[in-house]
């Protein structure tokens, strides 16, 4: 990208990146990604703080399972959200008064929809291991509970909503299957103008001149969000997480979880009504017509071969991603005794995070632009759109391994090898045992990620290999209700699959968690 954005001839030429931002079009489009993040961000982290409240410090029945319900939003394929809101906005749908529907305002609710899991799960978290004895000092001492609040607590729980607000927002900013399928091209961002001019116009440079603007933005924040952390984790004092009964003066922050939760309800109870519902009846007709290529050959292949190959293309890039990433890990674990080996390492480990926050668009541009010429020219080849997908999923799989491999006491190896065993039989004995179960949990990580990724599938895919993201998108873009049905069919089958694969990894980290 670096080269096709500012090499020219041979030459580096940086007239394009004035040429580009110089553009009335593309100046539109920054300021309504950067309008749309920061929205979106606020409003997630206004909603998301009495949710986690809520959910975190407070004790009532229920409590697991409405955490469950809030962090179904965030392992939902984005192709997913967008169809569910669209079900709950149309003109035929539960809210279609509100006129809503392929609006700026449905795009910002999709993207609040998408990331409030975020706020809660990591800001709950620390606010459930904060030493309560502060806040009842504070409040013997004649402070009133909003006193305590914006005195005591708030403060303590600032960098870690720094660093929550800092992930949304990268998240936002980098949107891509929620803005194509809410808004579509009218409210273009960064991220669809990327596909736009590779896909639409073949303008190739000035897609990479975005793509590297993109990739500064995200090492930013990235580094904002390393800080971020860093504070957290050195200023805070954590206890074990604690909670109490809900008491009277509690109504206020239980309305609005009581809120927050019909919102996150409303857009998948829409979906999932409206697949089995056809002409005012109850029935299954949306899904059995799945086997089918829609209205008017709306798809080159039927639904069902879509979910095939995205199964299968999942299960590829998952090999490939858990292997990377156990060889990752394994680097990223090692100790070097100088100072600059620790830095070369850290900054080994941080390049591979790069795509958890640059778009998958960018990933699947980078990768068209580079496997393009023999030897390696692989835009042809099956194996393109599982790379693609493996260097999405990669960043997850080596954060889920690498806390593991760090808490394997390195002494355990040393005494292996003292006693007979080489290097690569101490590993096995040591490290195996140890971090099977998070290797099981990174790899259903890899597998719902692949299973839902649209931004570099939506590059990379030809129409006998279209996955079932792809194809989704492709439905709604088509006239007629028997196309709009088997797409929120197609969404509910790719919904339930991705949300059992979380459910099972979940499982799976609380028990590798029990056993360190």
């Excluded at 606020?42 to 955490?67: H, K, N, S, T």
């Excluded at 904060?130 to 600032?158: C, I, K, N, Y």
């Excluded at 040591?430 to 990580?445: I, Q, Y």
């Amino acid at each position: 990208m670096l080269v096709r954005g500012f090499v020219t001839d041979g030459a580096l030429d940086l007239t394009a990146i004035g040429q580009t931002l110089q553009r009335d079009r593309i100046q539109r489009i920054i300021w309504l990604t950067i309008a749309q993040a920061v929205t979106a961000t606020v409003i997630a982290v206004l909603a998301g703080l009495p949710l986690a409240f809520a959910l975190y410090r407070l004790q009532f029945p229920g409590r697991g399972l409405l955490r469950a319900i809030v962090t179904v939003p965030f392992v939902l394929p984005t192709v997913v959200v967008g169809v569910a809101f669209r079900t709950l906005l149309t003109d035929s749908g539960p809210l279609g008064f509100l006129r809503l529907d392929g609006t700026w305002t449905a795009i910002i609710a999709g993207l609040v929809f998408f990331n409030i899991s975020v706020v809660v799960r990591s800001v709950g978290t620390i606010w459930a291991g904060l030493d309560p004895r502060r806040e009842q000092s504070a409040a013997a001492l004649g402070a009133s509970p909003r006193q305590v609040f914006f005195t005591v607590t708030l403060p303590a729980l600032t960098p870690v909503l720094l660093s929550a607000a800092s992930v949304v927002f990268l998240f936002c900013a980098t949107a891509f299957g929620v803005v194509l399928t809410l808004g579509g091209l009218r409210f273009g961002t960064i991220e669809t103008e990327i596909y736009l001019q590779t896909a639409s116009f073949l303008d190739l440079k000035t897609a990479a001149v975005l793509s590297v603007l993109q990739l500064v933005v995200v090492v930013l924040l990235l580094w904002v969000v390393g800080f971020a952390r860093s504070r957290a984790e050195h200023r805070q004092r954590l206890a074990a997480p604690s909670s109490r009964p809900v008491r009277v003066g509690d109504w206020p922050v239980l309305v609005a979880t009581a809120v927050v939760v019909l919102f996150v309800l409303a857009p998948i109870g829409s979906l999932l009504v409206r697949s089995l519902r056809r002409s005012g009846e109850w029935t299954l007709t949306n899904f059995v017509n799945l086997g089918s290529t829609g209205n008017g050959s709306a798809l080159a292949i039927p639904v069902w071969q879509a979910a095939r190959n995205s199964l299968v293309i999942a299960l590829n890039a998952t090999v490939i991603a858990v292997v990377l990433g156990l060889l990752v890990a394994f680097v990223a674990t090692r100790a070097p005794r100088s100072r600059a080996g620790r830095r070369a390492v850290a900054v080994f480990d941080g390049a591979f995070m790069l795509p958890l926050g640059v778009s998958a668009v960018t990933v699947g541009f980078g990768l068209l632009i580079t496997l393009n010429r023999p030897p390696l020219d692989l835009r042809s080849s099956a194996i393109l759109i599982p790379i693609a997908q493996a260097m999405v999923a990669l960043p997850l799989v080596v954060r889920t391994i690498t806390p593991a491999l760090r808490a394997i006491d390195d002494r355990l190896r040393q005494a292996a090898m003292m006693l007979g065993a080489p290097y690569w039989r101490a590993l096995l004995t040591v490290d195996l045992p140890a971090v099977w179960r998070p290797l099981l949990a990174a790899s259903g990580f890899a597998l719902a990620v692949s299973m839902g990724e649209f931004g570099a599938t939506a590059f990379l895919a030809r129409s006998d290999s279209a996955t079932l993201p792809v194809v989704i998108y492709r439905l709604i873009g088509r006239p007629g209700p028997d196309n709009f049905g088997m797409a929120m069919a197609a969404s509910v089958v790719l919904a339930a699959i991705t949300v059992v694969i979380m459910g099972l990894v979940e499982r799976l980290r609380v028990s590798a968690v029990g056993a360190f």
